[in-house]
């Protein structure tokens, strides 16, 4: 799939929608609603939400076209992009000694060895991230635009344990992170990828009674063993 630098670009405009009606095609180029440029489609869904939008589109000839569109609160436009992220995905920066990208073969397509960390896809689509690539921008688009719940790879609460294993040391803040979730009202479904005589046992434990003690912030809580392939050696 190609990520476009700005706004999306139309894959499937479903017959009858809005978006036919006014004459939206596949290939059309959405730049904007009521000027805000998008970055994906989450932006897309937000800034079209309301009753009177206004689309900037480039059409697929180049030529440059606005749509003042009246419609309902709940009507969809009917529009499917081909990506969608609309810039660029936001990529891993751990080391995790259990990344299951890392034991992969060579040879495969290259979308396999994509090791994305983007609060955007965890929204869209539950993958899992570690919260140590958010900005302040994310963090405030993640408020204002109510993106929840998320989905976290947490593994463990204690900070020194975190870090090492996902070999990052902004990985110890998780913590921190999650009870500013709980501050915004954002949600979470915890993920926890269990080694032996690293992060299970008392640590295992731990773990999960300060996950409790921040209440209906965390929906869930899913405990899983690593495992490796032998393209990569076990620690």
């Not at 476009?4 to 809005?18: D, I, N």
């Not at 800034?47 to 059409?59: C, F, M, P, Q, R």
């Not at 009674?209 to 392939?229: F, K, N, Q």
Request: proline share 4%; with cysteine; aromatic share 8%.
């Amino acid at each position: 799939m190609t990520v476009q630098s700005r706004g999306g670009l139309v894959y499937r405009v479903e017959p009858g929608s809005l978006a036919e009606y006014v004459g939206i095609m596949p290939g059309d180029l959405i730049v904007s609603v009521n000027g805000h440029v998008l970055r994906d489609e989450i932006d897309f869904r937000f800034y079209s939400a309301g009753e009177n939008i206004t689309l900037d589109v480039v059409k697929q000839n180049g030529k440059k076209q606005r749509f003042e569109i009246e419609k309902d609160t709940d009507d969809l436009m009917g529009i499917s992009f081909d990506n969608p992220v609309f810039d660029s995905i936001k990529t891993c920066r751990n080391n995790c000694c259990f990344c299951f990208i890392s034991q992969l073969p060579r040879g495969l397509r290259q979308g396999l060895y994509l090791r994305d960390d983007d609060y955007r896809l965890s929204f869209l689509f539950g993958n899992f991230i570690s919260l140590t690539n958010l900005a302040s921008q994310d963090w405030k688009r993640i408020d204002e635009q109510r993106l929840t719940p998320l989905r976290v790879s947490l593994h463990t609460s204690d900070p020194g344990a975190r870090a090492r294993l996902m070999g990052n040391p902004d990985a110890g803040r998780a913590m921190e992170y999650l009870e500013k979730f709980k501050q915004k009202g954002i949600c979470a479904h915890i993920q926890i990828v269990l080694l032996k005589g690293v992060n299970d046992g008392d640590k295992l434990i731990s773990t999960l009674e300060d996950l409790d003690s921040l209440g209906g912030t965390i929906l869930s809580v899913g405990v899983v063993p690593a495992v490796y392939t032998k393209y990569r050696e076990v620690p």
